[in-house]
Structure formats: C-alpha cells, structure tokens
C-alpha cells in the first residue's frame, strides 16, 4: 500500500496492456471482484467420514477402541521414547487395568474381619486418587503433560503389575512355603522395575532437568505401595 | 505454592542471623543468578535460588538441602530464616507425610511377618486398614497442628515487638520437614530389638523436637514466660505423643495372642494365659 503514491494513476480504468508489463510499479488500491466457483475435492468423501462413526456396528467401534488399546499395551511392554502414549491418551486401558487389579486383589466376602486385604473401593481409590495427586504434582512443579495425558500413561503403566498379580495368583495355587514368597517377590519386583521405567520413558521428559527426581519420585512411591499390595495379598 | 509475603519487609534478627549479613536480600533476589549448586549448603551465599524466583522453591537441591537441615538442628540456626528463606515450599511436607504414612503402615505389616515367621501361632493378615489410619494420623498432625499453632502465635502477636510470626505456609514446612527423621526410625523398628526400638526412637524425637524448639525460640522468647514455656512444651508433648502412638499402634512388641489392635487385645485374657512365654525370652 505504500506504493499507491507512486502509482502512476489509476490501474482500474481499461487501458490495455501487454500482459505482466510494468507489473512491478503498479499496485492495487481498488476491490476486485472475484468470480468463480470454489469446489472441494474431498467433499464427498468428508461427508462419508461424517455419517461412517455413528452407522458403523457397535463390533467395528469396539474393536476400534481394543486395537487402540492394545496398541498402547505394546508400547508399555516395550517402552520406548515414543508418543504415541501422549498424543491420542484414553482413558479406557487405566480403567480395565484398575478394574482386573481391584477384582483380583480384594478379600473375599467370606472373609469379614477387620484387618484383611483392601477392598476393591480402597484399591480403586487409591488407584485413580494417587494417579491424580501426582498429575497436580507434576504440572505444579512446571512440566508441559495435560491432565489426561499424564493419567493416561500412569494408568497404562500399571500393566505389569497387573502381570505380575495375575502370576501371583497363579504361583499361590501351589503349596504355600518359602520357595513360594521368593517367587512372588522376585515377579513383584521385576515388574515395578518394569512399570516405573516405562512411566519415566514417557513422564520424564516434560520437566525441566532439575526438578526431575522430584517428579519421579511420587511415581515410585504409588508403584511402591501397589506392588506391597500385591506381594502382601493372601487368599482365604 | 510461593510465599504470600515474599514482597512485606521481614525484620532481620541479630548478628548470629544469615539474613542480617545480607541485609540487601530482599532486594536483589530477582537479580542474582546463582547457580543451584552453590546455594544448596554453604552457609554465607545470601543469594537467591536462582533465575526463576518467581514459583516456588521446588528443586531437587533445596528440597533435599531443607531436608538436611531438618535432621541437624542446631541452636543457632532458625529453619525458617536459615533454609526456607521465607519461601515455603508444599512439595516437602505433603510428600514427606505421604511416605511416612505408607512406610508405617508397610513396616507394620512387615514386623507381623516377621513375628509370624518366629511364632507360627500368629495369625497373619495384610491389615490395609493401617493403611488409612496411619494416613489419617500423619496429615491430622501434619495440618492441623500447625493451624493450631500459628493461630495462637496471631493471637500472641501483639506481644512482640521485633519479630515478626511466621505464616501458615511457614509453620506447616517446619513441621512437615521435622517429620522426616522418623523416616529411618520407623524402618529401624523393624528390628525386634526393645532397647534398640525405644532409643532410635528416643533419638529421632530429640532431633524432630529439637528442631521445632529451635525454630520457635525466637519468635516466642519475647512472649511471657509461662506462654513461652507452655507453647513449647505442648509442642514437644504432641510429637511425643504422635512417636509413642505410632510406636504402639503399628508395632506392638512381639504378640503374644493373636495380632489385633490394642482394644481387642484386652477382650482376649484366655489366649494370653494359654500362650507360652518363650518368645519374650528369644526376644530378650
């Protein structure tokens, strides 16, 4: 617009011109009307995407939903330096893993004494309240994960113990003895090992270097208290 | 999570006191760019935490240095002038009540497996409900004391003239802080040895106590003395009380009935009769 001072004259008016002559030294100051026809090409096949979620079989949505699960069960078991944890999070995964955790972890119901195992409202709790605690734990001390994405992977990383409860249950089939515990702990052990280190892979890098172990630390400590829930378990 | 009065004057206390060292701290604490490293222990470097003074002092370095001047008091040294430097943090006090809530509530059930282990005739049981109790019990003291006790320095306020009360933030630091030394204690209980439980035990409440002593002095020494001596011998009673009822609640010393919490233990006179002794002998 600067240069409209040095336009020479009007550009609207139809003098004709060779064509591109003196395109540098002319600017435009008036409207010019814009005619057409603006198609676009994947309008048919948007307006398919649109109507395709809500008329698919309930048996496509679900198997939907379960690969994509599944596929973040994977990238727990092998943890890598991806995000593909981070960037599509569910919430679907963390609940069927604290849902199987609680049912094979509460006492039974012939077993009414006072001191016994956690009941499945305890581990639920404890579950999604300290996953909770250490998501404002960590966007307080300043890291860049949202809310859902930290519960996201938190809740995810909860598979190996949730392995590691189901070989318990298995190993106290046999006779009860030392050889027994040592199994069970060993098991414990490897698999919190597993989980705090897939949750660091994923957790670690959206704090800044010097306040790190402090993030870490609380995820240790709600790994630490699941996996004394499950080594501790005994069945009536 | 930063102190609401980061930006009032602070009184600075005499000479023995860091702050009066520096009595430009106040005012160059946004300029300095001191390193974290540096500031962490030495005692002199009236420096600042850093370039980013405005959230809270969260680091990995202050956390643990606040942390090490919990388990060594010392007489001179203030913790909230000396280590907090009137920046209370949150991270400290919740995560520290947390860890000793389920650290109590683990090495309890460990000493039931362990005695079960001498005297197969105790019945064993994972006893989540410590769990909640101890968590119950260490944030009630952790908050609410301190509520307590910071309200009944407002009130005393008038009192004083050159020392200013510390804020609620303050005052629920100190104690969170001085609750970590039972940390290690608790973990040394595991030891069924009596006079051993009962001096770590002795110990950690000297050092804890000793460092809420040493914190409170200079803001009540200019109180009366009966208000003085009562505040901090009610302070000591409570973390005594809170030592001894951890003690008691989650370690009972070698059952010799069935393990259940003290009140039952009482509705169970038969089994104690029927029981031998010599695991209080082994124990011995």
């Given at each position: 617009?600067?240069?409209?001072?040095?336009?020479?004259?009007?550009?609207?008016?139809?003098?004709?011109?060779?064509?591109?002559?003196?395109?540098?030294?002319?600017?435009?100051?008036?409207?010019?009307?814009?005619?057409?026809?603006?198609?676009?090409?994947?309008?048919?096949?948007?307006?398919?995407?649109?109507?395709?979620?809500?008329?698919?079989?309930?048996?496509?949505?679900?198997?939907?939903?379960?690969?994509?699960?599944?596929?973040?069960?994977?990238?727990v078991?092998?943890?890598?330096?991806?995000?593909?944890?981070?960037?599509?999070?569910?919430?679907?995964g963390p609940l069927i893993l604290c849902v199987t955790l609680a049912l094979m972890l509460q006492r039974?119901?012939?077993?009414?004494?006072?001191?016994?195992g956690p009941q499945f409202a305890e581990v639920f709790v404890i579950v999604w309240f300290g996953a909770v605690t250490i998501t404002?734990n960590?966007?307080?001390?300043?890291?860049?994960?949202?809310?859902?994405?930290s519960l996201c992977v938190l809740g995810y990383c909860i598979l190996p113990l949730t392995v590691a409860m189901l070989v318990c249950r298995?190993?106290?089939?046999?006779?009860?003895?030392?050889?027994?515990?040592?199994?069970r702990l060993f098991v414990v052990i490897v698999m919190f090992a597993w989980s705090i280190v897939a949750s660091t892979?994923?957790l670690?890098?959206?704090?800044?270097?010097?306040?790190?172990?402090?993030?870490v630390y609380p995820v240790f400590l709600f790994y630490f208290v699941i996996s004394w829930m499950i080594l501790t378990f005994t069945?009536? | 999570?930063?102190?609401?009065?980061?930006?009032?004057?602070?009184?600075?206390?005499?000479?023995?006191?860091?702050?009066?060292?520096?009595?430009?701290?106040?005012?160059?604490?946004?300029?300095?760019?001191?390193?974290?490293?540096?500031?962490?222990?030495?005692?002199?470097?009236?420096?600042?935490?850093?370039?980013?003074?405005?959230?809270?002092?969260?680091?990995?370095?202050?956390?643990?240095?606040?942390?090490?001047?919990?388990?060594?008091?010392?007489?001179?040294?203030?913790?909230?002038?000396?280590?907090?430097?009137?920046?209370?943090?949150?991270?400290?006090?919740?995560w520290?009540?947390a860890t000793?809530a389920f650290v109590?509530a683990v090495?309890?059930n460990l000493?039931?497996?362990?005695?079960?282990?001498?005297?197969?005739?105790?019945?064993?049981?994972p006893q989540f409900?410590k769990v909640t109790?101890a968590g119950?019990?260490?944030?009630?003291?952790?908050?609410?004391?301190?509520?307590?006790?910071?309200?009944?320095?407002?009130?005393?306020?008038?009192?004083?003239?050159?020392?200013?009360?510390?804020?609620?933030?303050?005052?629920?630091?100190?104690?969170?802080?001085?609750?970590?030394?039972?940390?290690?204690?608790?973990?040394?209980?595991?030891?069924?040895?009596?006079?051993?439980?009962?001096?770590?035990?002795?110990?950690?409440?000297?050092?804890?106590?000793?460092?809420?002593?040493?914190?409170?002095?200079?803001?009540?020494?200019?109180?009366?003395?009966?208000?003085?001596?009562?505040?901090?011998?009610?302070?000591?009673?409570?973390?005594?009380?809170?030592?001894?009822?951890?003690?008691?609640?989650?370690?009972?010393?070698?059952?010799?009935?069935?393990?259940?919490?003290?009140?039952?233990?009482?509705?169970?006179?038969?089994?104690?009769?029927?029981?031998?002794?010599?695991?209080?002998?082994?124990?011995?």
């Open positions: 617009m600067a240069e409209a001072a040095e336009s020479p004259g009007d550009p609207g008016t139809a003098t004709p011109r060779p064509l591109f002559a003196g395109l540098s030294d002319i600017s435009i100051s008036q409207d010019i009307p814009v005619e057409g026809e603006i198609t676009i090409p994947m309008r048919s096949r948007i307006r398919e995407f649109d109507s395709s979620t809500l008329n698919e079989s309930v048996q496509n949505t679900i198997m939907r939903d379960l690969k994509a699960v599944g596929k973040k069960f994977m990238h078991l092998y943890p890598r330096k991806s995000n593909t944890l981070l960037r599509d999070w569910d919430l679907w039974g119901s012939v077993d009414s004494e006072k001191d016994g404002l960590s966007k307080l001390l300043g890291g860049n994960i949202s809310f859902f994405q298995l190993v106290l089939l046999t006779e009860p003895g030392p050889i027994n515990f040592m199994v892979a994923f670690a890098d959206s704090q800044p270097p010097n306040r790190k172990a402090l993030a069945p009536q | 999570m930063a102190a609401a009065d980061e930006l009032a004057f602070h009184e600075f206390e005499e000479a023995t006191d860091l702050l009066a060292q520096t009595p430009n701290e106040a005012t160059t604490r946004g300029d300095q760019l001191v390193p974290q490293q540096h500031v962490a222990v030495a005692v002199d470097s009236g420096g600042s935490y850093g370039a980013e003074d405005e959230v809270e002092e969260s680091d990995k370095t202050a956390v643990l240095d606040r942390i090490k001047g919990s388990l060594l008091p010392r007489p001179g040294h203030n913790f909230v002038r000396h280590h907090l430097r009137n920046r209370p943090d949150l991270y400290g006090p919740f520290i009540c000793l109590l090495t309890g000493t039931l497996v362990l005695a079960q282990r001498r005297d197969p005739s105790i019945h064993y049981s409900h109790v119950t019990a260490i944030y009630c003291y952790a908050w609410l004391v301190p509520l307590a006790l910071w309200g009944f320095l407002q009130w005393r306020k008038g009192v004083r003239e050159r020392m200013g009360p510390y804020t609620f933030l303050e005052t629920v630091c100190v104690y969170g802080y001085s609750l970590f030394v039972f940390i290690p204690t608790v973990v040394l209980w595991l030891i069924p040895v009596p006079w051993l439980q009962w001096l770590s035990g002795a110990l950690a409440l000297a050092l804890s106590a000793a460092g809420l002593v040493f914190t409170l002095w200079p803001v009540v020494r200019e109180d009366t003395r009966w208000a003085a001596v009562l505040l901090l011998s009610v302070v000591v009673l409570l973390h005594a009380l809170l030592a001894t009822g951890c003690k008691f609640y989650f370690f009972q010393p070698l059952p010799l009935e069935p393990a259940a919490p003290p009140h039952q233990a009482t509705s169970q006179p038969p089994t104690v009769l029927l029981s031998p002794p010599p695991p209080r002998s082994a124990a011995a």
